[in-house]
């Protein structure tokens, strides 16, 4: 009988047991996790527009960072070019409005960022008055990059226009009807000789104002819910309805009544219908005022209009009484006010007011042309940090005619023109027989979704 070495017995055991162990204590010694950290899950950007990405890789085994020989290679990828581009360096570049998902991928591992591409409609006019006079209201999308006609209604005019998440929303006179539409679709009629102003949208209700032109003897104030005319108490012949807004069920209207025979006007709000005179300390009898625009901030009510004397004069009421940014602001009636971040933001004749700072033609902050006669911006828009405002502006006949042409649309965004807008182009023969096109629009109201 073959003796065995005890010696070689035991080795062999223990090399076994040892093998055994690796084996089934530490079964995932050697696999080796990739992540992926992004610093940004969720983007929003302007067409044309572009931010970075960065990308962090870490490898851990056992549940700790470990320094490997692994590429840590980043491979990006869109899934919707048309929306959002994204290069090898994770540069991501708006292209127009919609959402995009970045995907980071490394070693069989992704993240992704959300990209959100805001698109921009313009409500306006389009005017072919070189053989007949062919007016069309339309509202053109992507209007930063490059504008087309989304919606277009031919012997129309658009006074205003929402646009959120359930649809573009836009009201004027079709013929001489006063209608209002959402996304290419009539909703209502509210009736001949009417004029609309202003539109807001609350609840899925929608609110609309104007006025009525019966003669030049009798201007009745309107409000509209749904389709439905709401009651604006106030008997005077002439009374005019210029915005509306909605705030916890309360419907708030500005606007002016007509005060004497010399057509000077009170400054006028109504709250769910009943009428109140807007007081200015410093007015007298023989001055004109006018209500024009309205917006509600954390329950406080801002309204902008102005007074008329020798000149135009701005005004704002906060709460009914005199707002302290009056003192900054002179020259023309406010247009438009709206809060951003809680602070108010002033549009008056081409200036804008942002808390205490005013932006007017200094090439240094917002290069807003100087406005010749009925030149103008009529709406503005915040988004993603800038400040987008439309109105139109005239152009000469020829480029060897100074003086006024045709006025033409146009969007700024913080100061500067961006986009096209387009209009009809004709050529005009001038007396030197040369042939320049000529263009006509105008643009009345912005909305961002």
Known sequence: MKKINFFKLVSLLVVVVFVSACKDNYPESHKVTTLIALDKQNVTLHAGESTNISAKVNFQEDGKNVVTTIEKKINWATSDTLVAKIDANGV???VAGGTA?????????EETCAVLVKDIFVAGMLIDSLVTIDTFAVIWQKCDTGAFIKYKVPDAEFAAMVVNEQGIYYAGTEGNVAKVWKDGAEQYELGEKTKITSMCIDGGNIYVVGYDFIDANKIVARLWKNGEEESLNLEKDITYAYDVAVNNGNVYVVGSSKRDDKNNHDAIVWTNGNAKKLIIPAMTNSKNAEARTICINNGSIYIGGGVDTDSKTPYIWEN??????????E???VKNLKFVNNELYVFYGTKLLMGNKEYSNDPESYSIPKPEEGEGLC???????????????YQSYTTNTQGNGNAIAKLLKDG?????????LHPKQTKDNEYEKYPKSSAVAIGIR
């Open 331 to 333: 020259g023309a009636f």
């Open 92 to 94: 991501v570049t708006a």
């Open 379 to 393: 709406d503005s828009e915040f988004s993603c940090g800038s400040v987008f405002m439309v109105g139109q502006m």
């Open 416 to 424: 500067k023109p961006v986009g096209l807008i387009p209009s009809y």
């Open 101 to 109: 998902i970045i995907t980071a991928e490394c070693q069989g591992t």
């Open 320 to 329: 009914e009484k005199e707002s302290p940014l009056v003192e900054k602001m």
